[in-house]
């Protein structure tokens, strides 16, 4: 049996009045620590890529072949382009939209079902910080599924490529907008049914009401009206106009729309992970 008492006094002696060891400086912003859980976020989702990136995909090109053989692939819709080279954008910021959403959220309500919030409330990372890396992985999850969307419709419908800047800015506008209400939804909800219900009741009608499969050029009053109060018809409109250079609203109005709606989201966001509201109680 090991002599304890010689053992303890083999160690060095600690001397009276040492310092304590510095604490480390981790600077204005822990990079570091924002880019361990970006990087968590992002292969959450990419471990199970059949299941968040192929699913959605498969979607979209059902919904295609579904109304190319019910409409017309040939059909004219408004701007004078083929019906499916009109629906395609559409149907590319759909599955952005649904999977931003699905990704903020679903990470923060799993954490709380299974009690590891603790893994990101510890580590010494500030509600910027937090909300950064969960908006992170919910645009970097849009923008996978919209590209591979676009790459497996490209074969099937010739899209053009109008305005780029209109592109770049709604679909990463659309995806940090959508992670932001997930992050909101995700910390409001305390199981996964209350997450469905958002999806069900809000999301889905907003996204099938906007413009998705048709332009609203052709509703009468008042739904028209009412049409461009929903915030998704900016997103897809803009994002449509990108491609094939038309567009049933203001573009100025939609980009304005975008900039005024993601600020605020932004400050709900900081302000609800700031609170601890749900998280740490």
Request: glycine residues 8%; hydrophobic residues 55%.
């Amino acid at each position: 049996m090991p002599d304890i008492a010689g053992a303890s006094e083999s160690q060095p002696p600690v001397q009276a009045g040492s310092a304590p060891p510095a604490p480390r400086d981790i600077g204005a912003v822990n990079w570091l620590g924002l880019w361990t859980l970006y990087k968590k976020e992002v292969r959450r989702f990419l471990k199970v890529s059949f299941q968040t990136v192929l699913a959605p995909v498969a979607t979209t090109l059902l919904f295609m072949m579904v109304f190319a053989l019910a409409i017309g692939a040939t059909r004219e819709a408004p701007g004078g382009v083929p019906f499916v080279m009109f629906l395609a954008p559409g149907l590319i910021m759909m599955g952005l939209l649904n999977n931003a959403f699905a990704n903020s959220s679903s990470s923060l309500i799993v954490a709380k079902v299974q009690g590891n919030t603790v893994d990101f409330l510890m580590p010494p990372l500030s509600p910027a910080e937090l909300a950064a890396a969960f908006i992170g992985g919910a645009v970097t999850r849009g923008v996978i599924v919209a590209l591979t969307s676009a790459v497996v419709i490209v074969p099937f419908v010739s899209l053009p490529v109008t305005h780029v800047w209109a592109i770049l800015f709604f679909g990463v506008g659309a995806a940090a907008m959508l992670g932001m209400v997930g992050v909101i939804a995700g910390v409001w909800a305390e199981k996964f049914d209350h997450l469905a219900v958002i999806t069900n009741f809000i999301i889905m009608p907003l996204t099938f009401l906007s413009g998705t499969f048709y332009s609203i050029s052709i509703l009468p009053e008042p739904f028209q009206t009412i049409s461009h109060i929903n915030p998704f018809f900016y997103l897809i409109d803009g994002f449509r106009y990108g491609f094939i250079g038309y567009a049933d609203g203001n573009i100025a109005i939609g980009v304005a729309m975008v900039l005024v709606i993601n600020a605020a989201l932004l400050t709900a966001t900081y302000l609800v992970l700031h609170s601890g509201w749900r998280l740490k109680t």
